[in-house]
């Protein structure tokens, strides 16, 4: 049976000041005067997106429209190349604007490295990317977050909107997820 790990890899403490520090550097090396659209991946961007936008509102960062898109990538480890699925698309013409991609994890780097080609195509104007967890050991494709939370060995980890089979979502802070033997 796979389940949470009782104490935190990153407590909630910890993910706050370092959300408040990204957001920080985010309005300092991004934002500007012009505004931008800050594109989540859901659903594993949805709490890091909802405590870092509220921060650079704080600091006086100029968002001008919060979208959402929901995809999700297949492959298998024998397999080179995978392909995104593209569940639900952005509701709004990203031609000419500037766009902050947020995601939960940076892992293989398909998801990432996909969404932004994509966005790219389409005509999206200084395009960065922000993921609070960052796995570069696990990376199949070359492709960095411009702005990172934290980075992590090679763990699989819940908590703070990231799931295992959509369960632990909901956990306040980030935890390993571990084998413990099925109870009697
Ligand atoms: P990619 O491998 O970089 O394309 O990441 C794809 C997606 O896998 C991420 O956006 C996450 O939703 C998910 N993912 C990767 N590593 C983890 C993890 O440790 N815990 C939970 N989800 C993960
Ligand atoms: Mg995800």
Redesign the pocket.
Known sequence: MLVPRTTPLITGERICERVRELAVQIVDEYCGEEPFIAAG?LR?CYVFMADLMREISRLGGHVRELEFMVCS?YGSSTESS?TLEIQRDLNIDVRGERVLIV??????????YAVKQMLLNRGADDLNTAVLLD?PS?REVAIDADFVGFTIEN????GYG???AQRYRELPHITVLEERPEPD
């Open positions: 991946l594993g990538s995978r995601d939960d994890i940076v892992d293989t780097g398909h998801t990432l796995k696990r763990l699989f980890v819940v990231l799931d295992y």
